[in-house]
């Protein structure tokens, strides 16, 4: 009997807290404070353009998905996992879909940022003089993802980023207009900074076939077709952050 | 390493981000260790783990736990402890700690983290259950583990127990230590007693077994209150009823290393290391010189 009435009051206090009925006990209204402000703060260190973009109803969507979605982790950075798909949701949104996907880039950077750390094999690049490309394939980097979008997600949230040059402002303009517009991203991180690069098609499609595992006599084939150069494109993969090195096949 | 004190006690502070560059250009003037939460390196790598092992090769660490919930019912989480675990082994610390309190409660079938720690109803059924706990947590990890009392804003039905008795009988049948928090046995007797913070404390330290203290922690509290309770926001610098109580406890249970705390309307360091000066000047002025 004891047992039962100890798990009853822990699920009671907590269910009450959660609740967050008005007119609650001094004690309360602490509990349900602090836990609200636990979440605004984890939420704005993980959303901070999407706090830009909703202004005063950032902390209201914030409490709103936590009270539909109570989180389960102690580990406060990932309370945030879901948060973007249900912005996509919210019927308050429904012209603004740009929001959504701003939090899911914002979502994706973070992971990176907490992600094992990774670095270019450059001893790898020796099996070019050793393997012929039909043996070899290009490794990716594991802290890297691609993206395309509809909406010009990246520059908007390139405009509330501090490095934002204003000269920029026509091509963001330009893409909110653009009922054709496409757009494709590498997120990447080699060292500690997280970096978004805005890449081609030809460039996105030929990650695509190095994340397939496709060899490296494969991707020099489409290099060719398309005629682009193979030192060009491995120098532009280097930079984005997108590739590490070379395996054997 | 060349910033340890060859003073009796050891003094720590809490590491804070936008602490972290002029530590690292520091020559002089560091505490003797830096508290860090274990939640904040569970990710498995970036920049904060980079920052804290280049602190960590000139500086001992105390790794502290908010989420393991050494009082749940519905049990410690096993991804947590093994996250927990390897932040220990990584990190190797002077000390490991955690809360007597819950954090996590199964609703409707799913365990719901509480945001926050939350108070225990002492019991003898809770007394089991946080043996339980602390002996898997304790077991994991391979070494003793520091419990920490918590600030309440609840005064729960259905205790057995006083608070001091709870916590000796643990240390006693557990084999942990107590993490002894000042600054949340002031704001509960500020809060809860009628004799007010620094009488009830002052009692509530001379329950205490000396013997199963292996740490303080000090705080401050800003003067901003929710609905008439003192909230432990850990928003200022540490008061003198605070270190007075401090004084109290390394004069009848011997001294400790002891931690300041600020963790909101955090100072810029200069501020916050004086706090780390004072508290070494109160308790080197304790220590006997045979």
Not at chain 1, 181 to 196: G, T
Not at chain 2, 107 to 136: E, M, S, Y
Not at chain 2, 174 to 200: A, E, K, P
Not at chain 2, 207 to 235: E, F, K, W
Request: with cysteine; net charge negative.
């Amino acid at each position: 009997m004891v047992w039962y009435v100890m798990i009853s009051a822990q699920q009671e206090l907590l269910s009450s807290i959660l609740a967050a009925a008005p007119n609650e006990s001094a004690g309360m209204s602490v509990y349900i404070g602090n836990r609200r402000a636990v979440a605004v703060r984890a939420f704005s260190s993980l959303f901070p353009t999407v706090q830009h973009l909703l202004g005063d109803a950032f902390n209201s969507a914030v409490l709103l998905f936590i009270q539909q979605n109570p989180p389960e982790s102690a580990e406060i950075t990932l309370w945030g996992a879901g948060f973007a798909s249900w912005l996509e949701q919210q019927e308050e949104l429904i012209s603004y879909p740009y929001v959504a996907a701003v939090a899911d880039l914002e979502w994706r950077i973070g992971e990176l940022e907490r992600a094992a750390d990774t670095t270019i094999d450059l001893p790898s690049f020796q099996l070019l003089q050793e393997l012929s490309p039909n043996e070899l394939r290009v490794v990716v980097n594991q802290n890297s993802m691609l993206l395309n979008n509809f909406l010009p997600v990246y520059n908007i949230w390139k405009f509330h980023q501090e490095s934002f040059d204003m000269r920029d402002l026509h091509n963001l303009n330009n893409s909110i207009c653009d009922p054709n517009y496409v757009e494709y991203l590498c997120i990447s991180r080699i060292d500690w900074k997280v970096n978004v690069f805005e890449i081609n098609k030809n460039e996105f499609d030929l990650l695509l076939m190095c994340r397939r595992g496709d060899s490296l006599g494969d991707i020099i084939v489409e290099l060719t077709r398309i005629e682009l150069s193979f030192s060009d494109w491995l120098v532009r993969m280097l930079k984005v952050g997108a590739i590490l090195g070379y395996s054997a096949k | 390493m060349k910033h340890f004190s060859n003073d009796a006690v050891l003094i720590g502070l809490g590491l804070k981000n936008q602490h972290a560059d002029q530590i690292l250009q520091s020559d002089s003037n560091l505490p003797d260790f830096f508290e860090v939460h274990a939640e904040n390196y569970f990710n498995s790598g970036g920049l904060n783990h980079a920052v804290l092992k280049r602190i960590a090769e000139n500086s001992r660490l105390s790794v502290h736990g908010t989420g393991l919930g050494l009082g749940n019912h519905c049990g410690i989480e096993d991804s947590h402890l093994e996250n927990f675990k390897r932040v220990i082994d990584e990190y190797k610390p002077l000390l490991v700690s955690e809360h007597l309190c819950f954090t996590q409660a199964v609703i409707n079938g799913k365990r719901i983290h509480t945001g926050d720690l939350l108070p225990l109803v002492r019991n003898n059924a809770a007394l089991n259950i946080c043996i339980n706990n602390i002996d898997k947590v304790q077991n994991a990890i391979g070494r003793t583990i520091l419990v920490e009392n918590i600030c309440h804003y609840l005064e729960l039905d259905g205790h057995e127990f006083e608070e001091t008795e709870f916590l000796n009988e643990i240390c006693r049948l557990s084999g942990c230590q107590l993490l002894v928090d000042i600054n949340n046995v002031y704001v509960n007797g500020t809060n809860f007693s009628q004799q007010g913070g620094l009488q009830f404390a002052r009692h509530w330290l001379s329950q205490i077994n000396p013997r199963y203290i292996g740490q303080y922690h000090v705080a401050g509290s800003s003067d901003s209150t929710v609905n008439g309770l003192v909230v432990d926001d850990h928003g200022s610098q540490v008061q003198e009823d605070v270190w007075a109580l401090l004084r109290y406890a390394g004069q009848h249970h011997g001294l400790a290393p002891t931690l300041i705390e600020w963790d909101t309307q955090v100072p810029d360091w200069p501020v916050f290391a004086l706090e780390a000066i004072k508290a070494r000047q109160l308790l080197n002025g304790l220590v006997r010189h045979d």
